[in-house]
């Protein structure tokens, strides 16, 4: 009896134990962006307190697709020129800003303590949405793509870099498909063109008389004529003097030389690639195949 007792006691002191370690352990909370950025002072309105607050505030709006929304600038945020850069980087060197946007105002105010800036996004209606967008690895993915692009008879293909790849490997590898698109024409025009000259050929081809292989037989009256006798001399003019004669296998002193082969030259791609933002390094690419 004493020893199931103190088994008990021991498993209630393990118990006890184990619901203290668990009520011990930390936890995170994670708290949303926007929740951090608003200000608690103004409904409807963002709070920035440095240029980087404000570039994120403005790709927060962007992302969420808001048409206008006001924010307040504190701090070393609450200076025209800040905003002034911030829009100009949002439009020019982030990709939401260089793709979505097709116009972003801000209207400045100057205020105690603060700033504030009416914000006014304009997007363009023909971007995709960007969760439909493919993701691509290089610019061989790219070429896959086009090709089902180009066989589907769609007019532009977006697609997004998650790796850093240059805009010029992008260019080369469009014109580069462009040119095996353009070398499989020409071949297939070359091919019909010989079927048609050989269709063209057979009939105008005349008939010929007789089993093939074989000379016709003379018409009456007609009469054929004696080889020359293998005993007759041969005739002066045929007999060259004075000169020797070249041998059979002997080869010419002035060869011609072998014919180079001209290089293709392919008439020049006319699909359109836009770079969102244009910079070097490619992030989203659209190809426009008809203008």
């Known amino acids: 009896m004493r020893r199931g007792m103190m088994i008990g006691l021991l498993l209630a002191v393990c118990l006890l134990s184990g619901c203290a370690a668990l009520l011990e352990r930390s936890y995170g909370v994670v708290e949303p962006y926007a929740d951090r950025y608003w200000d608690s002072s103004a409904e409807d309105t963002l709070r920035v307190e440095s240029y980087q607050d404000l570039v994120n505030s403005l790709l927060l709006l962007i992302e969420e697709r808001a048409e206008t929304c006001v924010i307040r600038c504190y701090g070393e945020a609450d200076d025209y020129q800040e905003a002034m850069a911030a829009r100009e980087e949002i439009r020019r060197e982030t990709m939401l800003g260089a793709y979505l946007l097709r116009d972003l105002r801000l209207s400045y105010e100057s205020g105690t303590g603060y700033s504030t800036i009416t914000c ?72 019909q063109a010989a079927a048609d000259a050989a269709l063209v050929l057979m009939e105008e081809e005349p008939g010929v008389p007789g089993e093939p292989g074989e000379d016709a037989a003379p018409e009456d009256g007609e009469s054929v004529g004696e080889p020359q006798d293998a005993g007759d001399p041969p005739r002066e003019e045929d007999v060259e003097t004075g000169e020797e004669t070249a041998g059979e296998g002997d080869a010419p002193e002035n060869p011609d030389p072998p014919e180079q082969e001209e290089p293709v030259i392919y008439p020049p791609c006319p699909w359109k690639i836009k770079f969102y933002p244009d910079q070097k390094m490619a992030e989203i690419v659209e190809v426009l195949l008809r203008s």
């Open 120 to 191: 006014t996004m304009l997007y363009r209606e023909d971007a995709e949405d960007m969760a439909s967008i493919m993701p691509l690895s290089d610019s061989q993915s790219l070429v896959d793509l086009l090709r089902v692009t180009v066989r589907e008879e769609r007019d532009k293909l977006t697609a997004r870099f998650t790796y850093d790849t240059p805009r010029e490997d992008v260019i080369a590898a469009v014109e580069s498909f462009w040119q095996e698109l353009c070398q499989a024409e020409m071949e297939a025009e070359a091919a």
